[in-house]
């Protein structure tokens, strides 16, 4: 797809006034601003197509690019032939960078914050500096755009009233089991970030905690080899693990908890001792069937399977 050269006036003064970029909409909380105004600025996340015009002019007309990586977003300006200073901003200069930056908004400078791909701050560089400008009174303004975690729900088909943005889990695994188990319960769809290379483990480790749910694997959004696997976790780790290679930043959007509000143990031990009597042969399968049904692990009604087991069987030899 051939996208059009944009043109554009020239930048002086084109951003601190306001005038062209800006919705027009005071500041309602009362607070006076100070010095320049930092634009926080969404890009794409793959197909260079999907930017705004108004995130256009604003990389072009702003005094400063502060980007996670410049080689990479210098490909960005590139493409739309906008010639602009950069400097980078990302997890390991972030904190000695803010300073410098902060100095530059307040003596009157615009500045554009960017990541490599999507909108800023979300599991991405840059809420330090934001933060940062807006306690200092710096007016910050949202250039909105791509998110691969807004684009990942809206074709989900998963329930989108209500959502909480996990991201990257951490990487220890005793923090990430302390972080799933305050999931378990969660009702709202569940969205993560992951690398290809540790996907497969994220999924291994969900279904250990939250049991089965479904999901859907968002990998390489609005690039060629753009895909979508949906299905339960299991289904979508089988499908991965078969697989040589993977590759593509993945999100993956989960179902959240859907077992009743007060879920008693003695119900789902009535729904085991009720299988068994039906002639259930494999603890496993029913362990499976009922842990999907009440949104728990499986390993927990296994578990319980087997102690009601042996005792129905004991009293069936009685």
């Given at each position: 797809m051939v996208v059009p050269f944009v043109k554009t006036s020239n930048r002086t003064n084109f951003l601190k006034n306001h005038d062209l970029m800006d919705s027009g909409n005071k500041p309602t909380s009362g607070a006076k601003h100070k010095g320049g105004s930092l634009y926080v600025v969404a890009t794409p996340i793959g197909?260079?197509?999907?930017?705004?015009?108004?995130?256009?002019?604003?990389?072009?007309?702003?005094?400063?690019?502060?980007?996670e990586d410049t080689r990479h977003t210098r490909r960005l300006l590139r493409h739309y032939h906008i010639n602009n200073k950069m400097i980078s901003l990302h997890e390991h200069n972030e904190l000695q960078r803010v300073p410098e930056l902060i100095e530059r908004l307040r003596s009157g400078d615009a500045i554009a914050l960017v990541s490599n791909a999507g909108t800023p701050t979300l599991s991405d560089p840059g809420y330090r500096l934001v933060k940062e400008a807006a306690v200092t009174h710096i007016r910050v303004i949202p250039i909105p755009g791509p998110?691969?975690?807004?684009?990942?729900?809206?074709?989900?088909?998963?329930?989108?009233?209500?959502?909480?943005?996990?991201?990257?889990?951490?990487?220890?695994?005793?923090k990430v089991k302390k972080a799933l188990a305050t999931l378990q319960h969660e009702r709202k769809t569940l969205i993560f970030y992951e690398s290809p290379k540790r996907i497969t483990a994220l999924l291994s480790r969900l279904i250990q905690t939250l049991g089965q749910r479904e999901a859907v694997l968002s990998r390489e959004m609005t690039?060629?080899?753009?895909?979508?696997?949906?299905?339960?976790?299991?289904?979508?780790?089988?499908?991965?693990?078969?697989?040589?290679?993977?590759?593509?930043?993945?999100?993956?959007?989960?179902?959240?908890?859907?077992?009743?509000?007060?879920?008693?143990?003695d119900t789902v031990r009535t729904h085991i001792l009720e299988e068994l009597r039906g002639g259930t042969t494999s603890i496993s399968e029913l362990a499976k069937r009922i842990a999907t049904r009440h949104g728990l692990m499986k390993k927990q009604v296994y578990s319980e399977a087997l102690k009601i087991k042996s005792l129905h069987d004991f009293m069936e030899r009685d």
């Open positions: 197909n260079l197509a999907d930017i705004t015009l108004r995130a256009i002019e604003t990389l072009k007309k702003v005094d400063l690019i502060a980007a998110s691969a975690a807004l684009a990942s729900l809206s074709v989900s088909g998963l329930p989108t009233d209500a959502f909480i943005f996990i991201g990257f889990l951490p990487r220890k695994t005793g690039k060629r080899h753009e895909e979508f696997i949906r299905g339960s976790l299991s289904d979508i780790l089988a499908q991965l693990t078969n697989r040589t290679e993977i590759k593509g930043e993945c999100t993956l959007v989960v179902h959240g908890f859907s077992g009743p509000e007060d879920l008693n143990m």
